[in-house]
């Protein structure tokens, strides 16, 4: 019969506040054994499916593990933690997984932070709406995976802090991570497919600047890049918009951007950041007139 997890976290917490006379013979191991109960008590309160109740039970026991030193321990606990609470209370989840966090750092386990870190990110940007957090995590896991010589998951990173920023209106940010990206990919051959996507997101959040000398310069550099970008779809449409722009022509910009988008569907980010330089457009007509 399994134990009730309410009596253990009970047992748990007499254990964790009690004392033995016999510490000095090596009985004070209280806190391991308090740790153990926990952890019982964790998975049975997730047999019940109690997220919560088990996110608080682990989070017990990785405090536990801490006492007796148990570092390891407790950061994989901590990550159980997360887990648990990810459902119901997605505010401790962040705060629990990022504990864990700080502990694989703290070892020297910088992969490993750097994967809750990305997780800590998608967590900050689809649970908790907060797109700020969620490019600082997104920033610091890339950095943790090119330390670890995994540049494939560090321009992952990368894409997500360029996706975030642009949507932030944080262009400069946005510009250097996917000209970044684009030049860490050029070179392979499984990755160079994406590399007018990278670019043509880069261009469009350097019109959204609104600087044109600074955009003119950037179409020319990203053939530096990529010789072969000359020749795309995606290079022809952000001349074409360029052209569109400095004439404040609004009407024939939205009509590029039909054309394109009947052949290469458009996603929402890309739609979103058009539609905001095609007001700046209309703006500028306005004054105009």
Not at 161 to 178: M, N, R, T
Not at 202 to 210: I, K, L, P
């Amino acid at each position: 019969m399994i134990a009730d997890p309410d009596q253990l976290m009970q047992k748990a917490a007499k254990k964790a506040s009690g004392t033995s006379g016999f510490a000095l013979f090596g009985s004070g191991n209280k806190y391991e054994e308090a740790s153990e109960l926990f952890l019982d008590a964790a998975n049975g309160y997730r047999l019940q499916k109690q997220g919560s109740a088990a996110g608080f039970a682990f989070e017990k026991a990785a405090e536990m593990q801490l006492k007796t030193d148990e570092k390891d321990d407790a950061a994989n606990t901590y990550v159980e933690a997360y887990k648990s609470y990810r459902r119901e209370k997605p505010t401790e989840a962040a705060r629990t997984l990022q504990i864990a966090v700080d502990l694989f750092t703290r070892r020297g386990n910088f992969r490993r932070a750097a994967n809750y870190k990305m997780d800590l990110g998608t967590l900050f940007e689809q649970d908790l709406q907060n797109p700020k957090a969620a490019l600082a995590s997104y920033e610091d896991a890339g950095e943790w995976y090119m330390s670890d010589q995994a540049e494939a998951l560090a321009n992952k990173a990368y894409l997500k802090v360029a996706d975030l920023a642009g949507q932030a209106g944080e262009y400069s940010v946005a510009i250097q991570k996917f000209e970044q990206v684009a030049r860490a990919s050029v070179q392979n051959s499984l990755l160079k497919w994406s590399v007018k996507d990278y670019l043509l997101k880069a261009g469009f959040c350097y019109m959204a600047q609104g600087d044109e000398i600074a955009t003119r310069g950037a179409l020319e550099n990203f053939i530096q890049i990529d010789p072969s970008f000359a020749t795309t779809r995606e290079h022809q449409l952000l001349m074409d918009l360029q052209t569109s722009i400095e004439s404040s022509d609004a009407d024939t910009f939205a009509g590029q951007v039909f054309g394109y988008d009947q052949l290469s569907k458009l996603d929402a980010w890309k739609t979103n950041i058009l539609l905001l330089i095609k007001n700046n457009i209309q703006e500028a007509e306005d004054d105009l007139t």
